[in-house]
């Protein structure tokens, strides 16, 4: 079964981040064409890259890259910050290479301006990794989709993650194939 996971983007304390990432496991959980997991970055507790390396930092990278090697697709949920993605989020991509190389990939953002530049940050990150990132884009306003700092969707913008779900799964599966080719090259 193909499987993907819904990876967080954000390590804030009181950070927004976690519920919208269950929510869209939650509405990706109605599928039955595909095994959706939740990844936390917040669980590695990974360090930053380049610094001298501590014995629990070194196994914190070592767990975060053998969790995301188990996946064919993922979808980041990602906010903005300055315009781009979390520190958090770009640091712990910065560890990854083969986990991601010719696997698929969806965004689901939320920001002031629905997170919109964050999400074309994250597209250039992606494509640096070799990752087939598609078209559709899960977006949220952090005005009109939060009520009292809990998650509450409009639904117009709940109905934005749907053909991403869609677009994943169709090149997730497509891209086992490469990945195949890939290995006996
Ligand atoms: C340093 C910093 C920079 C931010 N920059 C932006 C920004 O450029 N655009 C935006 O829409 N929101 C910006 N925000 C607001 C965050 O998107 C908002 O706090 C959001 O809840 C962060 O996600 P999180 O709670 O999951 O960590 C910024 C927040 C901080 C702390």
Known sequence: MTRIAIVTGSTRDGRKNR?????VL???QERDDAEFDLVDIADYHLPLLGEPAREQGVASVKEFSAR???????IFVTPEYNHSVSPALANALSYLKPELANK??????????FGA???????????ELQVAHVQKTGLFSLFVDF??????????????????????????KALETVRAEAAVA
């Open 117 to 127: 530049r964050a999400v074309e940050h994250l597209r250039g990150i992606l494509s």
């Open 147 to 172: 009520k009292d700092g809990a998650f509450a969707p409009s639904e117009l913008q709940a109905a934005s993650v749907l053909p991403v779900f869609d677009q994943v799964v169709l090149w997730a």
């Open 26 to 28: 939650a509405k990706a």
């Open 19 to 23: 519920q919208v990432a269950e929510w």
């Open 68 to 74: 995301m090697d188990e996946f064919d697709g993922f």
């Open 104 to 113: 698929a990939a969806g965004i689901v953002s939320y920001g002031s301006a």
